[in-house]
């Protein structure tokens, strides 16, 4: 019986979490995102549109981004060659709440907690940058796999780290660990 009680325990906290931060997202993009007849992204998306531009910029592509006009994404160009958009799910910020919820669910000490939570989510964030830039330079080099490397190499690296990082919180710093 107390088993039972540990898992719904688990999925209350989980599922409490997401549905919380889901609910602070979704008033964050209606408030800051516009799908009528004038597009333009949250300021997020933005930032991780133009991150991304200045990564490629540093490593010696020549890459632009501009508000798509005919729908809520920022063009990523690489040399003059529009060949990616970065749409509101391409900010991480739904893995983040997902690894928040996960974390929140098996939480520590709320400094430990806390501490996680922000170095995690700055690791996704980062790890999100750069696999946008990549799949940016596949794209532009390699056209032809771009269901490939979008669908399927692309997504495995971002949730690949966001499991590990919950397995490290498992294994390391969670207070469910036997």
């Not at 997401?18 to 930032?47: D, G, H, R, V």
């Not at 798509?68 to 799910?89: C, F, P, Q």
């Not at 790890?127 to 080099?141: E, F």
Request: hydrophobic content about 50%.
């Amino acid at each position: 019986m107390k088993s039972n009680k540990i898992v719904i325990i688990f999925l209350i906290k989980f599922f409490g979490t997401y549905a919380l931060l889901f609910f602070i997202y979704n008033s964050y993009l209606s408030n800051n995102q516009k799908t009528e007849t004038i597009f333009s992204c949250a300021p997020i998306t933005k930032t991780v549109a133009n991150q991304s531009k200045e990564v490629l910029n540093f490593i010696g592509y020549k890459t632009e981004i501009e508000q798509h006009s005919k729908e809520v994404s920022m063009k990523l160009i690489i040399n003059d060659t529009y060949v990616a958009r970065v749409i509101e799910g391409c900010n991480a910020i739904s893995i983040m709440i997902l690894f928040i919820s996960f974390i929140v669910a098996f939480a520590n000490k709320f400094s430990i907690t806390l501490l996680y939570i922000v170095v995690g989510s700055l690791i996704i964030y980062f790890t999100n940058i750069l696999r946008i830039s990549i799949i940016a330079i596949a794209l532009y080099k390699y056209p032809s796999y771009e269901n490939l490397l979008h669908n399927i190499i692309f997504p495995s690296i971002i949730y690949g780290i966001t499991f590990l990082l919950w397995f490290i919180w498992v294994r390391k710093f969670s207070m469910k660990k036997k």
